[in-house]
């Protein structure tokens, strides 16, 4: 009998001791269960239409922009990086609009970009910006300005709870897309114009001389070699011959130069405004007596956008 109750006594305790143990143990299984709850990605349904509806397709412009000034490229140059990285996005986010037309075969050398995976989610807002700022980088001297605001773009996007392959599968397709424009770009004759000789001094009358007060070069004076993206040649459409220099007071000359005589004379601080809004030099010089110095501005083609 005293065995007895010792052993019923032992099996209490045991009992006790189970039930009073480390509850942290659990079964593998369980362990691996919980961990797939875990990893479950939360969602948002609408992330297309909110990708849509960001203005980040203006602002990566914005931002473009901003840094041509700030790298103080001229017009013409300025204009070619306007062009490719819009050109690349365009091709882009048209995937998700089919009545509108694909540039390739329109554009001088232009073969289609290739084409997304038939049966794969894309966000192409997302993908269309990152092919932006992709050859946007390419042709810009400070890239870490554009790396810098990629991020910031990307965290956006991300904020938007889209699927993680959604999200990976866009930007790769950006990356596809901009490395088939910029190698399109690439053989546009631009690079071999950076070797060519500058502009060199006329004797002639009529001819483009630097002026004073900085004597500045010509500007890109073998622009007309590189690759045009419409036109059949620079030689397509050439202005008229300048008005021939007479200050007769019957000529045509005479009469345009007394046109900006008067003009200049009534109502100078708007015309100055005006002409100050329209002159899209990069980099401007101003002179106080003996002192220069200067400031950056827009480009035309920044200007136009």
């Known amino acids: 009998m005293r065995i007895f109750n010792l052993l019923l006594v032992g099996s209490f305790l045991c009992l006790l001791m189970a039930c009073g143990g480390d509850q942290s143990e659990t079964p593998p299984e369980k362990v691996a269960q919980a961990e797939e709850v875990s990893e479950v990605e939360e969602v948002n349904p609408n992330f297309q239409e909110d990708a849509r509806s960001s203005e980040w397709v203006h602002r990566s412009m914005q931002k473009l922009t901003d840094v041509i000034v700030h790298d103080i490229f001229s017009p013409p140059v300025a204009s070619r990086i306007y062009a490719y990285p819009s050109i690349a996005a365009y ?23 290739p084409a997304p995976e038939q049966g794969k989610v894309y966000c192409y807002p997302l993908a269309g910006i990152q092919a932006f700022l992709q050859c ?103 202005p008229l011959p300048p008005t021939p220099v007479s200050m007769e007071k019957n000529s045509q000359f005479y009469k345009e130069t007394m046109e900006v005589y008067n003009a200049v004379r009534k109502n100078k601080e708007e015309r100055l405004a ?32």
């Not at 091709?91 to 970009?113: K, Y």
């Not at 190698?183 to 631009?190: F, G, I, Q, S, T």
């Not at 106080?288 to 035309?300: D, L, S």
């Open 274 to 305: 005006i002409a100050s809004f329209w002159d899209c030099n990069p980099y401007v010089s101003h002179h106080i007596g003996h002192v220069m110095y200067a400031t950056k501005k827009i480009t035309p083609g920044g200007h136009w956008i």
């Open 91 to 113: 091709e882009v986010m048209r995937q998700d609009n089919p009545s509108h037309r694909t540039l390739a075969g329109q554009l001088n050398g232009l073969t289609p970009i």
């Open 136 to 238: 946007g980088k390419a042709l810009i001297f400070s890239e870490d300005k554009i790396e810098a605001y990629q991020q910031e773009m990307m965290a956006h996007f991300k904020s938007l709870k889209m699927p993680s392959d959604v999200f990976e599968r866009s930007i790769a397709y950006g990356n596809r897309a901009s490395k088939h424009i910029l190698a399109w770009a690439d053989k546009d004759n631009y690079k071999e114009t950076r070797t060519f000789p500058k502009y060199s001094i006329p004797t002639e009358e009529r001819k483009w001389k630097p002026t004073p007060p900085d004597y500045m070069d010509g500007i890109e004076p073998h622009w007309m070699k590189i690759r045009t993206f419409a036109l059949d040649s620079a030689k397509q459409f050439k």
